[in-house]
């Protein structure tokens, strides 16, 4: 499971729990992802 980070809330990055970092997602054929990983990190229209 994703979540959005929190604190900033303008912020565009997002918490890769694969990962366990927050990122700033990538956008991809399947929507956006973890850089580091390519773990699914929700869709591009949030």
């Not at 959005?4 to 992802?33: H, I, K």
């Amino acid at each position: 499971m994703t979540h959005d980070t929190p604190g900033d809330p303008d912020s565009d990055r997002r918490w890769c729990a694969q990962c366990e970092l927050s990122v700033e997602p990538v956008v991809a054929d399947e929507g956006l992802v973890c850089p580091s990983c390519g773990a699914d990190l929700g869709s591009a229209g949030r």
